[in-house]
């Protein structure tokens, strides 16, 4: 369902329209080896003067993680484990992956620089209109909400979202974005207002439109969710493969490829 995390080259590339697409649940038991799988057409035009684009990315969810796959030949796979706090990114060309440690990130920042963010993050404001407008979209009856994010960017959303699918992915969605209440924010005041708007949106997003406003330019993203299916899925497809190298962030890639 729906981050700036890029390579050139044969480098990582994940669309910023996957982390756009938020409010994912999974409240459904799983059996150990069954999981969900959810693919996703993705849209965004505007993107650092990039032509606009499409491409379809595929999520699967089991055994405590999720990992999300491109269709880009140059894009990348990221396997979230909110256990662990870890998210990894696969660049199967070159076989390497980067990996990064969320809650690692926190404890390492000094506290003056937390303060700050934490102080930027609680100038976001979110509302949240639930319409009573509803149509069909692909197999699923859903409801239109418009959602405004100011702060330190302006986003305009329009979310389609329907009650017929029960799902719960907040932990990983928590993690992508470093929200939730074991996030900056914590569960603050300002923290709390965010999530308590943000349910308002009832049931699973299948369509997301956003506008977003960022450095005197507009990139505007699309993500439509197209299958949601149960699964068998084997652990070892959520691990990093023993042959791929781990590389530093900031360490150049291999020469066909680019760097962080």
Known sequence: MTSP???????????????????????????SDEGIYIETVNRSTGLMGEAPREEVSKTYVAHGKMKVASSDPQGADMILDPASG??????HAEKEYYQINAKSMMAGMSQ?????????????KITVVATDETRKINEWN????????????????????????????????????????????????AAQAQRVEMEKVKGYPILTKSK???????????????????????????EIPADYQKKEMGQPAAASGGHP
């Open 86 to 91: 870890d998210m990894a990114f696969l660049n």
């Open 112 to 124: 003056p620089g937390i303060e700050q963010m934490r102080a930027m993050m609680e100038q976001n």
């Open 142 to 189: 859903c409801r239109k909400y418009q959602v405004k994010k100011t702060g330190m960017m302006e986003i305009d959303q329009e979310i389609w979202a329907t009650e017929e699918v029960d799902l719960d992915l907040d932990s990983y969605t928590d993690l992508m974005s470093m929200s939730g209440p074991e996030a900056l924010l914590g569960d603050s005041p």
């Open 212 to 238: 977003v406003q960022m450095m005197g330019s507009t990139m505007e993203t699309e993500s439509e969710v197209k299958v949601i299916r149960k699964e068998p899925m084997e652990a070892k497809f959520f």
């Open 5 to 31: 995390f890029q390579l050139s080259g044969n480098g990582l590339r994940l669309g910023l329209a996957v982390l756009l697409t938020t409010t994912l649940s999974l409240t459904t038991a799983l059996a």
